[in-house]
C-alpha cells in the first residue's frame, strides 16, 4: 500500500495514521522522495525531505547523502560538505561518498581561494584588461566589431557567423562585452518602457543556450528594430551548449538598439548557476577565464524588471514574501552584486507562483510560492494591469494564471532536448497591453548536447541513486 503523509506539524510523527515507532522504514520514504524531488530539480523539496529523513534516523547515510545533494545543487558547498562529513563518518567503506566528500572539500577550497584573490583585486577586470594589445589573427574572416558603432548589419552577420558553429575573434568579444558593460551602468535596476499607441513590444522568456532557437524567434517575428522592440526575460545561459552566441548575439542587438532591445537578469545569469550549469564552462573552453568574469560584471548591472506603459510589470521570478512592494521600494534595490540568500532581489530572481492563495516555501528552496492575492495585491498598490514572468517550462510555452492577472512565458522548446515542450513569445500592444500569445516548435541544432560544459560533479549529483 502506498505510504502518504498525514496532517501532522512536522510531517513525521504518523505516516498513512501509523505511528512513527510502527513505522521503521519512515526515512526511507522520505530518502526516496528527496530523491524523486532532486532529479525534478525541486532542491528546496529535496532538502526538506532529506531534513525529514535524518530527524526519523540519524544514523541513515542516505539521508545524509540526499541533503548533500541539495545543498551543492542549491550552490551552497559549505552546507554541503557537513553532510558528506557525516556521511563518511556512517559510511567510512563507501567509496562514492568519500568521493563526493572530496569533490565537495575541493569545490570548497576553491571558492575560499577565489576570495582571497578577490580581495587582492582594487579594480574590476573591464578597468584592467587591454583590448587594444589582443591580436585577431590575419586567418579571421568573421565580422568585424567597432566599438560604439554597433548596426543592425553587424548583428546579423554575427548571427550567421555564429549559426556556422564559428566564434568571433575574442578581442571582438572583449568588446562587445566591455561596452555593454558601460552601457549598463547608466541603467537602473526597474526600467520603464514606452510603446506608442501604434507600436508593439514582444516580450521573450527563458532561452537557456538554445541559439538556434532564438534564431528562430527572429525569423518568426522579426528581427529588433525601433519598430519591432524585444524585451528578454533574463536565463539567456546555461543548460543549452550555445550560450556565448546566445548572450553575444542579445548584447549586440542592445548596443545597436539601446531603446528597443531590454534584458532583465534571471537566476542564471548569477556565479553559483553558471558555475553547475554550464556557462562558465562553455567560456573557458570558447574564449578564456577573463571574458567569464567580463561576463558576470555585465549580469550584475542588469536590470531586475522592467514596466511597460505603466501597467505591466515584467521580471524573470515572481513576486515577494510580504505585500504592500512598491515599485519605489524595488527601485532602491542594490541590483550590482552577486544575489543574497534573500529579499527583494532573490524573490525577484526566483520565486514562482502557485494555485490558490497565500504563500508557501518555495520547492526551489529559494524565494517563496506565491498565490492569487499576492498577485492582486501588488497590482492595486502599484496600478498596474498584470505580471509577466517567466522562470518554468510550460508545455505550449505559455500558462495564464491568477484569473488572467499573471502569465508565465517561456522560450526554450523541446527544454534540453528532451521535454517536448513548445516556445513561446508574447506581443503586447502599445493601446490596450493586450497580451497576443505565439507558440513554436524546436528547430534542429548542430549536434552538441545540452549541459555538455557543466560541471561534472552536477551530472553526478544528479545521477545518486
Excluded at 548572450?247 to 558555475?275: D, Q, S, V
Aim: aromatic share 10%.
Amino acid at each position: 500500500m502506498a505510504i502518504e503523509l498525514s496532517e501532522d506539524d512536522d510531517g513525521l510523527d504518523s505516516l498513512d495514521g501509523v505511528s512513527k515507532s510502527k513505522n521503521p522504514s519512515v526515512q526511507i520514504y522520505y530518502a526516496n522522495r528527496a530523491f524523486c524531488h532532486i532529479k525534478m530539480e525541486n532542491f528546496g523539496s529535496a532538502l526538506v525531505d532529506a531534513t525529514k529523513a535524518i530527524e526519523a534516523k540519524e544514523d541513515f547515510p542516505k539521508g545524509w547523502y540526499r541533503r548533500g545533494t541539495a545543498q551543492m545543487a542549491l550552490g551552497r558547498p559549505k552546507e554541503a560538505l557537513r553532510d558528506f562529513m557525516q556521511l563518511c563518518k556512517l559510511a567510512p567503506n563507501d567509496k562514492d561518498a568519500r568521493d563526493k566528500l572530496k569533490q565537495c572539500q575541493k569545490q570548497v577550497n576553491a571558492e575560499k581561494f577565489a576570495k582571497a584573490i578577490g580581495c587582492e583585486k582594487t579594480k574590476p577586470i573591464s578597468e584592467t584588461v587591454n583590448v587594444e594589445q589582443m591580436p585577431v589573427d590575419a586567418s579571421y574572416t568573421g565580422p568585424v566589431y567597432v566599438s560604439g558603432a554597433c548596426t543592425s548589419d553587424f548583428c546579423q552577420q554575427l548571427m550567421e557567423h555564429q549559426r556556422k558553429e564559428l566564434v568571433i575573434a575574442k578581442k571582438f568579444a572583449y568588446q562587445i562585452v566591455l561596452d555593454m558593460i558601460e552601457m549598463l551602468k547608466t541603467s537602473s535596476t526597474l526600467v520603464d518602457i514606452e510603446v506608442p499607441d501604434m507600436g508593439e513590444v514582444t516580450v521573450c522568456g527563458d532561452v537557456h543556450g538554445q541559439f538556434y532557437d532564438l534564431l528562430n524567434i527572429f525569423s518568426l517575428n522579426g528581427i529588433p528594430s525601433e519598430q519591432n522592440p524585444y524585451l528578454f526575460n533574463g536565463d539567456f545561459v546555461d543548460r543549452g551548449s550555445f550560450s556565448v552566441e546566445v548572450i553575444l548575439t542579445l548584447f549586440a542587438w542592445k548596443l545597436a538598439y539601446p531603446n528597443h532591445l531590454h534584458l532583465a537578469r534571471g537566476n542564471h545569469e548569477t556565479r553559483n548557476m553558471n558555475k553547475l550549469y554550464g556557462f562558465e564552462g562553455e567560456v573557458t573552453k570558447k574564449y578564456d577565464e577573463d571574458l567569464y568574469q567580463l561576463f558576470c560584471e555585465a549580469f550584475c548591472l542588469l536590470p531586475l524588471c522592467h514596466v511597460i506603459n505603466q501597467q505591466v510589470f515584467v521580471v524573470h521570478g515572481g513576486l515577494f514574501s510580504k505585500d504592500d512592494v512598491s515599485l519605489e521600494s524595488i527601485r532602491k534595490v542594490n541590483r550590482d552584486c552577486e544575489p543574497p540568500d534573500e529579499g527583494l532581489m532573490t524573490e525577484m530572481l526566483w520565486s514562482d507562483p502557485q494555485p490558490g492563495r497565500g504563500r508557501a516555501p518555495s520547492k526551489r528552496g529559494v524565494g517563496v510560492a506565491f498565490g492569487q492575492d499576492v498577485t492582486e495585491n501588488f497590482l492595486k498598490v502599484n496600478n498596474l494591469k498584470m505580471v509577466i514572468r517567466s522562470h518554468e517550462m510550460k508545455e505550449e510555452g505559455y500558462e495564464i494564471e491568477h484569473d488572467g492577472k499573471l502569465v508565465t512565458v517561456f522560450s526554450a522548446p523541446n527544454y534540453c532536448d528532451q521535454m517536448g515542450n513548445k516556445g513561446a513569445f508574447i506581443r503586447l500592444d502599445g493601446k490596450t497591453m493586450t497580451p497576443k500569445y505565439k507558440s513554436f516548435a524546436h528547430v534542429p541544432h548542430p549536434n552538441v548536447r545540452p549541459m555538455q560544459y557543466a560541471n561534472p560533479m552536477l551530472g553526478q549529483l544528479m545521477g545518486m541513486a
